[in-house]
């Protein structure tokens, strides 16, 4: 079957879970959508990345089975747990990158598969994170803004 997940706005990013069960989205919105592939006529779950202002997502990525990590246009990367109920303790940590976030990806090494990096283009700047102890690991300045480039 073919399935329509209706958003308001464009939607500029997808990731599916670990366990292919969950499909994440986000866009302009500011909302990040979690929908349950295998009840795909319930209301999915959603989780604001702001009340005050709309901060558009522009890349979302799982890092577990229960954490989505959404980078803002604000240039934070919020992790949401969205198996928590209680919407106080959802959000469960954020990662300030200094400016909007244009690109983020998760790799496991392929040396050691309990660890896995992230690395996330915003500004001028490529940075690489260990998302095991969460501390930065580099980063370098390009020679661009990434905005430049679309």
């Known amino acids: 079957s073919l399935y329509s997940f209706p958003h308001k706005h464009v939607v500029k990013t997808l990731d599916w879970s670990h366990d292919?069960?969950?499909l994440a989205t986000?866009?302009?919105?500011?909302?990040?959508?979690?929908?349950?592939v295998s009840k795909p006529k319930e209301?999915?779950?959603?989780?604001?990345?702001?009340t005050s202002k709309?901060?558009?997502?522009p890349k979302c990525n799982w890092l577990d089975n229960r954490t989505v990590l959404a980078a803002g246009s604000d240039g934070t990367i919020r992790f949401w747990n969205v198996d928590e109920p209680d919407p106080s303790r959802q959000l469960t940590r954020t990662l300030r990158v200094g400016d909007g976030v244009r690109d983020m990806e998760l790799?496991?090494?392929?040396?050691?598969?309990?660890?896995t990096i992230l690395t996330v283009a915003a500004g001028d700047r490529v940075t690489f994170f260990d998302m095991t102890t969460g501390e930065e690991m580099r980063s370098y300045k390009m020679p661009i803004h990434f905005r430049e480039e679309g």
């Open 43 to 50: 209301t999915p779950l959603e989780f604001v990345q702001s």
């Open 107 to 115: 790799l496991a090494l392929s040396s050691d598969p309990t660890r």
């Open 26 to 36: 986000g866009g302009h919105e500011g909302i990040l959508r979690v929908y349950d």
């Open 20 to 22: 292919s069960k969950r």
């Open 54 to 57: 709309t901060i558009s997502i």
